[in-house]
C-alpha cells in the first residue's frame, strides 16, 4: 500500500493529523537544503518516538572501512558515509516543567505540517493537550538561507490556550551523534571544543580519518507577542553539547516566541582557525535582518529560480504538485555554486547509497541543468570529472589496466572508487561511458565546444583507452567482446557482451577519435599539448580503431532485436504480468540467486541505448525493442520508469507515458518503493522533468538545432515549460489543441516543430 497522506496542492506538500507512523516518511518528504547544508525535517521539540534525526553539511564526508564476508583483490578500502553532522536545530520546551513531546502528549489536534516550495520554508502547526492540563498551541517555521548558505532560522513559538504558565525554551547544539549508516559503529566526529558567549555557542568538531574542521553555532532570540525581550540564560554545556535555558513567565493567550539562527562553517571555505570568527560574522548578517527579512530574501531567491525551472501543469494537481516537488528538491541539493560538489544520490534527506556522486549526474542529472540554470552549472558538473581523471585513472591502474586508461567510479566522494559491492565495483562499468556521453550532450546543447579542448578531451581519452584494454579478440566469435559486466539492469550480474555496454564503448572510441581529429585541425596548440599529456601516437588510435569497428553485438534473428546480453534467450521468459502481485517487489521478496535467474530487469539497459542514441535507430526499431524488453521491466530502480515514459511518449503511447511520469514523478511522495523513511531519490528526480520536457515536450537537439515534437496527456488542459537554450530563455505551452512558443531577450531562434522549421520572434507569440 503506498502512502497517501501528503494533500494535493500546486505550490506546497502538506500533511495534516498527526500519526507517528507518518514521521519518519515525514522527515524524508517535507526535507530542505541550500546545496551547501541540509537536514531531514525532524521536530524541532524533543520527540520520543520513532525518528531518523539527521542534519548534512555538502562535501563533509567519512571513509567507513569496508566490510565484506571475502575481502577480493582490488576492493576499495573504504565507502564514503554522508555524515550525520552535528545537530544546531534543536529546541527543548518545557511547560511547568513538563517536555513537550508529540509522542507522549494526552492529545494532539490540528497537527498541520507544510513544505512551501514556492518561498522554500517549512513550517508546522498544532494543538497539543499536556499531562499536566495545560493545553497550548504551536506554530514553527524555519529555512535554509540560499542567501547566506551557512545559516538557517527557525522562529518557532508558543501560545498558553487555558492558563498561565512558566515555558522554557532550551536551544542547544550537539555533537553527540550518530549516522543511522555505519557499517562498524565508528565514532565520526572528534569534538575539539565547546564554547559560548552572550548568546552565542559554538561547538568546534573534526571528522575523524577525513579531517573536516567545522563549527556548529547557534544564536537566539526572545519575543513576547512579538515584541522582543532579553532573558539572560541559564547555560549548560559539557563535551559535546549547549544548552541555554529561557525560562519566562506567560500569560494565558500570550504568544512566546524564539528566533534560533544556527548553522555551519567549514575549512572547506574558510581557515580552519577562523570557523568561529566566521561563524559569529554570519549570525551578525543573519540577525541584523531578522528572521522576516531573512525569509524575504528567501522568497526573492526562490521566485528567481521558479521563473526559469518552473513547469505548470494545468487539469491535474497532483500531477503538478509532484513535478514542483521534484524540481525544488533538486534545487535544494545542488546550485551550481561550489564545483567541488555534486548531486548525491539522497541528497541531504538520508544517508543510504553513501558518496556523493554516481553515474545518475551525467545520465539524468545535467540536461535538467543545463536548461534550467546558467551553462556554467552543467560545465561545472562536467570539470568536476576532469579534475578527478587522475584519480580514474589510479582507479583502472588497481585493477590492472595501464597506460592512462581510466576508470571512473562507481561511487565517489573524491574520485576514488569507494563502494564495496563486487558486482558493481568491479563490473558496472558502463559508467564510463554515462562520463563521455554528458560532455557530448552538453556540446549538443550548449554550443560550447572549448569545454573539450581544454579539458574534456583528456578524460575521453582516457576512458577510450579503457575500453581499448577492457575488450578482447574472441577468435570464436572473429570479433570483440567484453566479458564480465554488469549493465545498468542490476538484477544481471557478471554477464557476456551487455549490449548497451559493448555499444556505448564503441561509441565512446568513436566520439573520441572524432574530437580528436577535430582539434588537430582546429586547436593546434591544445593538440600539442594533449599528446604530449597523454604520450597518444597515431598507432595506438588505429589499435582502438580496429576494437571499435569489430565490436560484437549480441542479436536475436528470432525476435530482431539487440539481446541484452549473451543468453538471455536461455532464460524462462515470464512476463511481469504474469507474476504473482504478492512477489513484487522481487527485490524484497525473492533471494538474489533467484533474481539473477530470472529474465526480470530492474531499470531500462538496452532501451538506455536507445534513450542515448535515438538518433541511431529507427522509430520501428524503438517500438520492437520497447516491446519485447518492457514487459519484462520491473522498474523497481528510481531510474527507470522516467525513461519509459519518454520512449512511451516518443511511440505515441501517451497512456503509458503519463502511467510511467506519475511513477517517477510520485515516486516519493507515494512512497512505491516502500523505503521513503530512508530518504529521497534526488537523483531521479532530473529523470521527472525529462519525462515532461523530453517525453511529453519531445524536446531535442537535431541538426544543431532545438526541435520538438509535443504531445499532452489526455488528463492535462494544458503544461508549459521554460528551458535555456544557449543563452536564450524559449517558453512552450502545450495545451490539447496548439502549441505556442515565446523567446525572451531581442534575438530569433529557429527550432523544428514536428519536422517543419519555424522562426521564434521576440515578443512575438508563436502557434502552431
Known sequence: MNLEYIKPDEWSIIEEGFNPDHVKASESIFSIGNGAMGQRANFEEHYSGATF????????????????????????????????????????????????????????????????????????????????????????????????????????????????????????????????????????????????????????????????????????????????????????????????????????????????YGGYTVDRNHDKDQLIYAAKSVLAKATNLGFDELLENQKRAWQNIWNLADISIEGDIKAQQAIRFNIFQLNQTYLGKDSDLNIGPKGFTGEKYGGSTYWDTEAYCIPFYMATKDQKVARALLEYRYNHLEKAIENAQKLGFKNGAALYPMVTMNGEECHNEWEITFEEIHRNGAIAFAIYNYYRYTNDYSYIPEKGLEVLIGIARFWYQRANFSKDKNQYVILGVTGPNEYENNVNNNWYTNYIAKWCIEYTIENIQKIESEFASDYTRIMNKTQLSKAEIKEWKNVSNNMYFPYSEQYKVYLQQDGFLDKELITVSD??????????????????????????????????????????????????????????????????????AKLDRMDQAYTFYLRTSRLDLDDYNHEVEEGLHITSMAGTWMSIVEGFGGMRVKDNTLSFEPKIPKQWKAYSFKINFRNQIVKVNVTQNETSFEIEGNMELQVFVNNELITISPNNLVTV
Open 53 to 260: 534525526q539527521g542534519s548534512y553539511i555538502a562535501g563533509v564526508y567519512y571513509p567507513d572501512k569496508t566490510r565484506v564476508g571475502w575481502w577480493k583483490n582490488g576492493y576499495p578500502e573504504y565507502f564514503a558515509k554522508v555524515l550525520n553532522a552535528p545537530s544546531w536545530i534543536g529546541i527543548n520546551v518545557k511547560i511547568n516543567g513538563e517536555n513537550l513531546d508529540l509522542f507522549s502528549c494526552e492529545n494532539v489536534q490540528d497537527f498541520k505540517r507544510e513544505l512551501n516550495m514556492k518561498e522554500g520554508w517549512l513550517s508546522r502547526s498544532f494543538t497539543a493537550t499536556l499531562k499536566n492540563g495545560l493545553i497550548v498551541k504551536v506554530e514553527s517555521k524555519r529555512f535554509l538561507s540560499l542567501e547566506l548558505d551557512e545559516i538557517g532560522a527557525i522562529n518557532y513559538q508558543v501560545t498558553l490556550v487555558n492558563g498561565d504558565a512558566k515555558i522554557t525554551y532550551q536551544p542547544y547544539i550537539d555533537s553527540d551523534i550518530h549516522n543511522e549508516d555505519t557499517n562498524w559503529e565508528d565514532k565520526f566526529w572528534d569534538t575539539q571544543n565547546v564554547s559560548h558567549q552572550n548568546h552565542q555557542a559554538f561547538i568546534n568538531a573534526k571528522t575523524m580519518k577525513t579531517h573536516f574542521n567545522t563549527c556548529t553555532f547557534m544564536e537566539s532570540k526572545l519575543f513576547i507577542n512579538n515584541k522582543p525581550i532579553i532573558i539572560e540564560p541559564f547555560i549548560k554545556a559539557d563535551a559535546n553539547s549547549a544548552l541555554f535555558s529561557y525560562e519566562h513567565d506567560v500569560k494565558q493567550g500570550e504568544t512566546y516566541s524564539i528566533h534560533k
Open 579 to 648: 507474476l504473482d502481485p504478492s512477489q513484487r517487489p522481487i527485490n524484497q521478496k525473492w533471494s538474489w540467486d533467484r533474481i539473477l535467474r530470472s529474465p526480470y530487469i530492474k531499470q531500462a539497459d538496452v532501451l538506455q541505448g536507445f534513450y542515448f542514441f535515438e538518433d541511431h535507430f529507427s522509430v520501428e526499431e524503438l517500438e520492437k525493442h520497447f516491446d519485447f524488453y518492457e514487459p519484462f521491466t520491473v522498474h523497481e530502480s528510481s531510474l527507470s520508469p522516467c525513461v519509459h515514459s519518454i520512449q512511451a
